[in-house]
């Protein structure tokens, strides 16, 4: 028996929050909740990159390497937000949440980080499907606060575990679809204002999917709405619900976004961009996007570019990097130990050694004194070609008066004080 999914998405600004830093994907396979955290707009950044990866799942699984492919996309995602901070540092902290569910027709393969939920009415019963990734729910694990107290405790967005971290540990499961499941995927923004009681009585008595969807949305806005709020609801149905839209939503399918575009990356964009990915905007006063009933728009593709034009600029810089330090000089040791100008870098970029040897004198490094031996092993930066012969000149200059190289012993000096000898220049 293959089942399908009827869905509705919404996400809204909120009431209090000046941007939406959620994002929300949903297919006819594929269902997606993204909560994005971090300042400088680096959160809608993150959520935005990440639902734009994962929605590649939106095709029938594989049967064989489900997890491993899910696993995959979201290896890749934390991937590409690392790679933006790597960009710019000042993106350091951006980060997201990520609860999606990947759907076979008969069972639900589900990732889950952060806060965000998932939520299973069942025949009546309503249940968490996933555990938050918080602090409160590890006081509440260790039975040291009761779920009551962790709802208004002041740490309660606490998060653990976010995508965007160096190392994530996304929590896996797979649950059984039953026709009639009704499924609820939503971030904090519903989950903290709107009690369970009365999402699962939303849920309960809304008849589709759209109707359960604009209702929560609306309660989380009468309940003050302090954050972004993004609902997805997904109904298990044995008929074919027949062709619906792909929904994109918040932070996502945000225009402002896309505005990071360069000329460079119009090329990249040309090539290969998915056709026919509509998405709709029904947002009626600025909040949300929901799906079924809106104007659809080619925004996919725009973000897409985003996150292709953080690689490429990420490329560029390291390109350009690579070029720079082509252009400087400093004087080091050769291999054979000689006093040498170096073009590059005296340090280790990204693990990598960017030096080259330019001119090497016969000088010893040895015959410095243990101060100059000691700045040329670490490398003593000078300006441009002529500063470097320059100084190269002047350290290995062969008079004896060089304070830079230790002094010359004379014949006498060598016999007088014989355990000194070998401190002295040798010519
Ligand atoms: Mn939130």
Redesign the pocket.
């Given at each position: 028996m293959s089942l399908h999914l009827r869905y509705a998405a919404i996400s809204d600004r909120g009431v209090v929050r000046q941007g939406n830093?959620?994002s929300v994907f949903a297919g006819s396979h594929f269902i997606a909740v993204a909560?994005g955290?971090g300042g400088m707009a680096a959160g809608d950044l993150a959520s935005a990159i990440v639902i734009n990866t994962v929605a590649r799942l939106d095709v029938p699984p594989p049967p064989d390497s489900v997890v491993d492919e899910l696993a995959d996309a979201v290896a890749d995602a934390n991937r590409a937000i690392r790679r933006c901070v790597a960009d710019d540092p000042q993106k350091e902290g951006m980060g997201t949440?990520l609860t999606a569910l990947w759907f076979d027709g008969e069972w639900f393969n589900l990732v889950h980080i952060g806060?965000?939920r998932a939520y299973r009415m069942r025949e009546g019963g309503f249940e968490q499907v996933t555990v938050d990734d918080t602090y409160v729910q590890m006081l509440v694990d260790e039975g040291r606060i009761t779920a009551e107290e962790a709802e208004r405790h002041p740490q309660r967005?606490l998060l653990l575990r976010a995508l965007g971290a160096s190392e994530v540990e996304p929590a896996f499961q797979t649950i059984k679809g039953m026709p009639g499941d009704r499924l609820l995927l939503c971030?904090?923004?519903l989950s903290?204002p709107v009690s369970d009681a009365d999402i699962a009585r939303t849920l309960q008595s809304s008849a589709t999917p759209q109707e359960a969807a604009q209702t929560l949305v609306q309660q989380a806005l009468d309940a003050g709405a302090p954050?972004?709020v993004t609902v997805l609801v997904a109904d298990v149905v044995e008929e074919d619900p027949g062709e619906q839209r792909q929904i994109i939503g918040g932070a996502a399918a945000d225009q402002r976004l896309a505005e990071s575009d360069t000329a460079v990356l119009r090329a990249v964009r040309e090539d290969g961009e998915p056709a026919d990915e509509a998405t709709v905007d029904l947002r009626p006063s600025g909040g949300g996007e929901q799906a079924e009933d809106g104007k659809p728009a080619k925004r996919r593709g725009r973000v897409w570019r985003t996150v292709l034009s953080c690689l490429i600029v990420l490329v560029l810089a390291a390109g350009a990097g690579a070029y720079w330090a082509r252009t400087q000089y400093f004087i080091g040791v050769s291999d054979a130990g000689n006093i040498s100008v170096f073009r590059g870098l005296p340090f280790e970029v990204a693990g990598l050694r960017a030096a080259w040897l330019d001119t090497e004198s016969d000088r010893p490094a040895s015959e410095a004194t243990d101060e100059v031996e000691a700045d040329l092993a670490d490398g003593i930066r000078v300006d441009g070609r002529e500063g470097a012969e320059a100084e190269l000149e002047e350290l290995t200059d062969p008079a004896s008066t060089n304070e830079n190289l230790d002094p010359l012993c004379s014949a006498s000096d060598t016999e007088a004080v014989p355990t000194a000898a070998k401190d002295c220049r040798e010519d």
């Open positions: 830093q959620d909560d955290m949440t806060d965000s967005s971030s904090d923004g903290g954050d972004n």
